[in-house]
């Protein structure tokens, strides 16, 4: 099924796309093996969607800010300290795609609910930078409607698991995926 989930990902904001980006005097939009987006998504959608506070005792105007601040805390409990940032990494796994990148050079970009709208913040300045990668828009925050968000990730993942199966060589393991993501995202 790997061949069939491959392709290319863009994701504008305000008509950029936040995922394109330079490396070696060439600009590239995000090419990888789909999958890992789509299942991360159907996954977490929930999560994004909630309208949880963000779980720790810090302040920030956005995603970033939080996590930054969250850099700022110190214990000499160790068991406290590592309660903070099993916390923090727990929340970033379930509001950053990041953690399911499969060494593709996909953006580092939060996605969070604040007040009925949704929250996409993204720092990317020094991300991969080490690889000669530089994103052609590396920092921002906007605020989207929240039907808006969720209507437009539904359709990508509906559109991604049509695709897959009517293209399909495997139809067993595509059926069975398209079950499971279909059951997560309701």
């Known amino acids: 099924m790997t061949g069939e989930t491959w392709g290319g990902f863009e ?6 796309d936040i995922c394109q980006y330079k490396r070696e005097n060439s600009v590239n ?7 890992y987006i789509v299942e991360w998504f159907s996954e977490n959608l929930k999560y994004i969607l909630n309208d949880e506070l963000f779980p720790l005792p810090v302040e920030g ?6 996590l930054n601040n969250c850099m700022l805390f110190e214990s000499d409990d160790d068991d406290e300290f590592d309660a903070w940032f099993d916390t923090k990494q727990e929340w970033e796994f ?9 060494g593709s050079f996909l953006p580092d ?15 990317n300045e020094s991300t ?11 920092t921002g925050t906007i605020y989207l409607p929240l039907n808006i968000f969720e209507s437009t ?32 995202i309701k």
């Not at 994701?11 to 950029?16: K, M, R, Y």
């Not at 105007?61 to 939080?66: M, W």
């Not at 379930?94 to 499969?102: D, G, P, Q, V």
């Open 128 to 138: 991969y930078s080490s690889e000669g990668v530089s994103f052609i828009n590396p």
């Open 61 to 66: 105007r956005n995603a970033l800010e939080l």
């Open 153 to 184: 990730i539904k359709n990508f993942i509906e559109d991604f698991l049509d695709h897959i199966f009517l293209n399909s060589k495997n139809r067993c393991d595509v059926e069975d995926f398209h079950k499971k993501i279909k059951n997560s």
């Open 94 to 102: 379930k509001h950053s795609w990041f953690s399911n990148r499969a």
């Open 11 to 16: 994701l504008f904001i305000h008509g950029v």
């Open 29 to 35: 939009i995000y090419q990888w093996n789909l999958i």
């Open 109 to 123: 970009v939060f996605f969070r609910r604040v007040n009925g709208e949704l929250e996409i913040a993204w720092d």
